[in-house]
């Protein structure tokens, strides 16, 4: 059985990134992505083996789009500003591609290399935005999953509603990465 004409992995990445920010990554099944373009299920293994492998290349494709955003927001500023331009790109990645971002998340599995080097790249990158602040090898990397979990966190809980109030929800973030610059120094080691 030969692939349907117009049909390669990479359309199959980019309807399964569509349905899962309508569905929820949970909500991406290979029956589903096999409606979305009109192809019989089986069709779907010609391309990849199995819905594992599909997340796979979702989470990879995620953290390629996230990095590329976050990597162009940084572009001529440094410091304090490069925290916020970075981190504003991280939020708005996750607000407006709500299930793609949920799939870049996971930990790599070791051994996948394209996994691996797409979840590197952003690490890398904040890394690189904090290495300004001198806080050591570990200190940097205490740093980044600080950020990233306060990015995250209100991430997550803008996409979910869990801001009712009435406030500038910029504002608030702005504010929060501010609060995270000055308290920044209580991140550094002596490695």
């Given at each position: 059985?030969?692939?349907?004409?117009?049909?390669?992995?990479?359309?199959?990445?980019?309807?399964?990134?569509?349905?899962?920010?309508?569905?929820?990554?949970?909500?991406?099944?290979l029956?589903?992505?096999?409606?979305?373009l009109?192809?019989?299920?089986?069709s779907?293994?010609?391309?990849?083996n199995?819905?594992?492998?599909?997340?796979?290349?979702?989470?990879?494709?995620?953290?390629?789009?996230?990095?590329?955003?976050m990597?162009a927001?940084?572009?001529?500023?440094s410091?304090g500003?490069?925290?916020?331009?970075?981190?504003?790109?991280?939020?708005?990645?996750?607000?407006?591609?709500?299930g793609l971002?949920?799939?870049?998340?996971?930990?790599?599995?070791?051994?996948?290399a394209?996994?691996?080097?797409?979840?590197?790249?952003?690490?890398?990158?904040?890394?690189s935005?904090?290495?300004?602040?001198?806080?050591?090898?570990?200190?940097?990397?205490?740093?980044?999953?600080?950020?990233?979990s306060?990015?995250?966190?209100?991430?997550?809980?803008?996409?979910?509603?869990?801001?009712?109030?009435?406030?500038d929800?910029?504002?608030s973030?702005?504010?929060?990465?501010?609060?995270?610059?000055?308290?920044?120094?209580c991140?550094?080691?002596g490695?």
């Amino acid at each position: 059985m030969s692939p349907r004409a117009g049909l390669d992995t990479q359309t199959l990445v980019l309807a399964a990134a569509e349905l899962a920010d309508e569905h929820g990554m949970e909500g991406v099944t290979l029956a589903l992505l096999a409606a979305k373009l009109g192809v019989r299920s089986p069709s779907l293994y010609n391309h990849v083996n199995g819905l594992k492998e599909l997340r796979i290349l979702l989470a990879t494709h995620g953290l390629q789009l996230l990095y590329a955003d976050m990597s162009a927001a940084i572009k001529g500023v440094s410091g304090g500003e490069a925290v916020h331009a970075i981190s504003r790109a991280y939020v708005k990645f996750a607000q407006q591609r709500p299930g793609l971002y949920e799939t870049t998340l996971q930990a790599p599995e070791e051994g996948n290399a394209g996994l691996e080097e797409a979840g590197a790249k952003p690490l890398q990158l904040i890394i690189s935005v904090l290495s300004g602040y001198e806080l050591g090898k570990s200190g940097e990397l205490h740093a980044v999953r600080g950020l990233r979990s306060i990015l995250h966190g209100f991430a997550a809980l803008r996409n979910k509603g869990g801001f009712g109030m009435p406030l500038d929800l910029e504002e608030s973030l702005i504010r929060l990465i501010d609060a995270y610059i000055a308290g920044i120094g209580c991140m550094r080691t002596g490695d």
